[in-house]
């Protein structure tokens, strides 16, 4: 047992020494810090964001409705041209403008790069909201005709787990499967490093001069391990 | 004492060691020789349990068990350290194995370092050394600890001749202490000087076996060395005369059939003839090896 706790020790301490386990030390936190500067980068730059011009007071589209939409937008840009000059500086993903032409809504995005789905969806639904105002106000029906045009299907969700719990757990487990899958490679790294050095000497022998291979073995495992 | 008996081991089909005896009492030599691929490292593997086999080994009357594996010291065939450690790091931790302590290494080990005259200090990293001082450092683990049986695979291999007098006279200081050393080797200059039996391996069988002295007698005294001016060719025409080499300038070897020759080729020698020196010995352990082995 002395001897084994001996090997473990020794080993421990090689090991600690090693550039594969400062890697295992230092590289979770070096992902952490890459991942909350990417997150950072992410939210502080404005290459991102879609301006939104308002070119009448009364605009179909304005940026509190689609902030509420969840599309990252800013109002800070007043005119095309200040716009079009920050697209071009790749400040802004691009820019939108809507107009009322003719009872009808009319919006047009300028960009860099297409707007996924999501955001595509929450642009027609205020601007669909806005040219069913029109619509009615051109139809001229009364407030019961509007009642029944306007009716619509009940639809409910129940959920037995709150979703707050259900993101918790998940990001819990995709935290445990990166360890697992950090300390089984470090692991088997390091392993496959000790047995090719040992492998080609004869060091091997002059310690099982000494003690028995199991309770070097049981040593060596452990020490790498802790 | 180390006492082996009908020792083999077979690798599959293959015969490697075959009712080896010999035995080692304590504070005496034994060389093993042999060509390679003898069976000389599977012999000492066998003594130190690494493989199994067939016989009985017994230290000191006893079966060797992990309790033994402290009184033992072994030098590999193969030298090996482990590169990224010092000296002083490489030594603790195989002397710990033997179970000395940290303390009494740190005081013993200066003063090996110094008997060994390794070049070199304590702090220095392994693979920082030569080869012939990683080798001396490498014998100070197997001895440190004061070992009772020494075992040594080819310790003179690769050492410069003073290195060979500092690790020979260390061997006989190791004998005088009291134990039991086994070793091999290849240079029968080395195998002479230190032994007190020797066994030769041929083929896995112990084929000579006994004291360094009773084994050359036993061959005879078939050496004849002469020194006097004369022609290489008269000697070949002696009778009895098997070969003749001259060793150096003037003076030949002649090995001849039987001693009892010796005084006949004497006379025919010395008949009006001078001669500085002519001296009738036994065959040395080189030619006993190229005989036998």
Request: aromatic share 4%.
């Given at each position: 047992m002395k001897k084994t706790f001996i090997v473990l020790k020794e080993n421990y301490l090689r090991q600690i020494k090693s550039w594969s386990f400062i890697t295992l030390v230092l590289a979770p936190f070096a992902f952490f810090m890459a991942g909350i500067s990417y997150l950072e980068a992410k939210n502080s730059s404005d290459n991102d964001q879609i301006a939104v011009i308002r070119q009448v007071k009364k605009a179909p589209l304005n940026s509190y409705e689609l902030k509420k939409q969840g599309i990252d937008v800013t109002s800070k840009y007043a005119n095309i041209t200040a716009a079009k000059k920050a697209l071009k500086k790749d400040k802004i993903r691009g820019y939108l403008t809507a107009k009322t032409e003719s009872s009808q809504v009319k919006v047009t995005y300028v960009g860099s790069s297409n707007l996924d789905n999501s955001e595509k969806q929450g642009i027609n639904n205020i601007a669909g909201k806005y040219q069913q105002i029109l619509n009615i106000r051109q139809s001229r029906i009364n407030d019961k005709q509007l009642k029944v045009l306007t009716r619509k299907p009940s639809f409910k969700q129940k959920i037995q787990n709150s979703s707050h719990a259900s993101s918790i757990k998940e990001i819990s487990t995709m935290i445990l499967i990166f360890v697992m899958y950090f300390i089984l490679t470090t692991y088997a790294s390091i392993t496959a490093q000790e047995i090719a050095s040992e492998k080609g000497s004869k060091i091997m022998e002059i310690i099982f001069s000494s003690m028995k291979a199991i309770r070097y073995f049981y040593g060596k495992i452990l020490a790498v391990f802790f | 004492m180390l006492k082996i008996d009908h020792l083999s081991k077979s690798f599959g089909a293959k015969k490697v060691l075959s009712d080896v005896n010999f035995e080692v009492p304590n504070g005496k030599i034994l060389g093993i020789i042999g060509?390679?691929?003898?069976?000389k490292t599977t012999t000492f593997h066998s003594i130190l349990n690494f493989i199994t086999f067939t016989g009985t080994i017994l230290w000191n009357g006893e079966p060797l068990t992990e309790k033994d594996y402290d009184q033992i010291g072994y030098l590999p065939e193969e030298r090996s350290l482990i590169q990224k450690l010092t000296v002083k790091e490489q030594v603790r931790y195989l002397a710990n194995l033997k179970n000395m302590s940290t303390k009494e290494i740190y005081q013993k080990l200066p003063v090996w370092m110094d008997k060994l005259k390794?070049?070199?200090?304590?702090?220095?990293?392994?693979?920082?050394?030569?080869k012939g001082n990683q080798q001396k450092v490498q014998l100070i683990c197997t001895l440190i600890h004061q070992p009772s049986l020494i075992i040594l695979d080819e310790?003179?291999?690769?050492?410069d001749p003073i290195n060979v007098d500092i690790l020979r006279n260390t061997i006989l200081e190791e004998k005088k202490r009291g134990a039991a050393i086994i070793f091999s080797d290849h240079d029968m200059n080395n195998v002479e000087s230190l032994c007190d039996s020797i066994v030769l391996l041929k083929d896995g069988y112990a084929v000579i076996n006994g004291n360094l002295h009773d084994v050359r007698s036993s061959f005879g005294n078939t050496n004849i060395f002469v020194e006097a001016e004369l022609a290489i060719s008269r000697l070949k025409e002696l009778p009895h005369v098997l070969s003749v080499i001259e060793e150096k300038d003037g003076l030949y070897k002649l090995t001849i059939s039987d001693e009892k020759y010796g005084p006949e080729i004497f006379d025919q020698l010395t008949h009006g003839q001078y001669i500085k020196v002519f001296a009738q010995q036994p065959p040395t352990l080189t030619d006993i090896f190229k005989k036998e082995a």
């Open positions: - | 060509k390679n691929g003898a069976g390794v070049k070199g200090n304590l702090n220095d990293k392994i693979s920082s050394l030569s310790p003179f291999s690769g050492l």
